[in-house]
């Protein structure tokens, strides 16, 4: 194995790391701040996450730990948008929906993202991975899915959050390929966007859910601290996210999130004695399954391909009409989330989920 493809090997692995870790915190730091402390404003505290990131890459520019790379304005304004237009649907989705079928809307992000990929991408998925796909649905959807209650308002805006949410994830992936930028370019160039649309409608869609406002919230030093904590572990979930998305696929991101969901569910039974059924322990361990297929496929096809692109050259220059050999890398685009966003928590029923 080459050093540039064990370098890659290793950088991968410590963006899905830093992802899972970043992202069960924020789950720990926010349930205590919405169920404890009574912040039930998910939107609004999204809008500031992002506004803090961005303020960090700032800081992180300014010492040249990275470089500036500008490119086009609109595909980066038109990104950032429909990343925060994705975020308020997820909150519309699971305010207007049951707990299940919220638990069902971020299930379909995995088909649907499949579905795009294969029409307008023209990327081929394999047997083995859709098996192992179905595997891991049917585990996360017995651990989670509880109760089905469908009304046309909640399935309208549940299809729309499942259809942004692809695209934003795949539109993260394409646009750092095609413009060849880095995830922490295009998220210190997208963050402004992001904010600036969740700033304007966070407030409106957290009192539409909550009925109450979030400027005449009670600020106690305590809700303070939790709210600057989950600021600051909100530049790591958003910075893993565009990186782990970069790196691998935004398939491969919403199988991360998957095990994000059954690590929270495993960590609330654990330390904080949530309830746990023998379904969330028959899910869990069905997903898990499906996790490690999906590894393992994802694994030995990107060594066949690794090993179809190290065919010598020389064969190809026997006959100048045979083209060169490509290959394509397996990588297609939050981020669920959803670009790049922290995980959406606007209820205590969705923590408990």
Known sequence: MSEGKAGFQLGTVGALSLSVVSSVSIVI??????STLGFTF???????????????LHVAL?????????FDARAVMGFGIL????????NLSLGF?????????????????????????RKQFSSSIQFSLIILLVGVGIA???????????????????????????MTNTIQKKFKVSSTQLLYQSCPYQA?????IGPFLDGLLTNLNVFAFKYTPQVLFFIVLSCLISVSVNFSTFLVIGKTSPVTYQVLGHLKTCLVLAFGYVLLHDPFSWRNILGILIAVVGMVLYSYYCTIESQQKAAEASIPSTLSKESEADPLIGVENGTSLLSEGAGARGPVWNSNKDLHA
Do not use: R
Not at 29 to 34: E, G, M, Q, V
């Open 196 to 200: 600036m649309t969740l700033f304007i």
């Open 97 to 121: 929906n049951s707990v299940g079928f919220y638990q069902m809307t971020k299930l379909a992000i995995i088909p649907c993202t499949v579905l795009l990929e294969t029409l307008f991408f």
């Open 83 to 90: 990343n925060g237009i994705s975020i308020g649907l997820l």
């Open 144 to 170: 989670t899915v509880t109760d089905l209650q469908l009304n046309v308002l909640g399935s309208v805006l549940s299809l729309l959050a499942v259809l942004t949410t692809c695209v934003a994830q795949i």
């Open 29 to 34: 730091c926010n349930k205590a701040l919405i």
């Open 42 to 56: 998910a939107t609004t505290l999204t809008s500031w996450h992002l506004l803090v990131t961005f303020c960090s």
């Open 62 to 70: 300014w010492m040249k730990m990275f470089e500036h790379k500008p």
